[in-house]
């Protein structure tokens, strides 16, 4: 299993970026989803999520109103649409994969595959 994250690098506050994860080796439309972030001296925390079957979506409430989440499941890819990105935003994100049946958690320790994150650096 692979997951492959993509689209960080450096932005202004206030702007955008959009991450992918691009994932193989696993039959993608039976995983919910999630981008969990990790800052400097920070533990990972939960960014949003997307469950399979139903697309139910979850957000942290520090992104929310601001990020989106989305999957397509005919290209096996999930994507974080983040605007409005703040100073407080740069961390490393990384997706990951978590077998459920419905929903999605919340807590790291339930996702069994994991990417190799991507570093978002947001400049005041």
């Known amino acids: 299993v692979q997951l492959q994250a993509s689209g960080g690098g450096l932005v202004q506050a206030g702007g955008s970026l959009r991450l992918s994860c691009a994932a193989s080796?696993?039959?993608?439309?039976?995983?919910?989803m999630g981008w969990f972030r990790q800052a400097p001296g920070k533990e990972r925390e939960f960014v949003a999520a997307i469950s399979e079957p139903g697309g139910v979506t979850g957000y942290a409430n520090s992104v929310k109103g601001r990020f989106s989440i989305s999957r397509d499941n005919a290209k096996n890819t999930v994507d974080l649409q983040m605007n409005s990105l703040k100073p407080e935003d740069a961390a490393v994100y990384y997706c990951?994969?978590?077998?459920?049946?419905?929903?999605?958690?919340?807590?790291?320790?339930?996702?069994?595959?994991w990417g190799q994150g991507t570093q978002v650096t947001v400049s005041s």
């Open positions: 990951a994969a978590d077998r459920k049946f419905s929903g999605y958690s919340y807590d790291a320790s339930d996702y069994e595959y």
């Open positions: 080796g696993l039959k993608f439309s039976s995983y919910a």
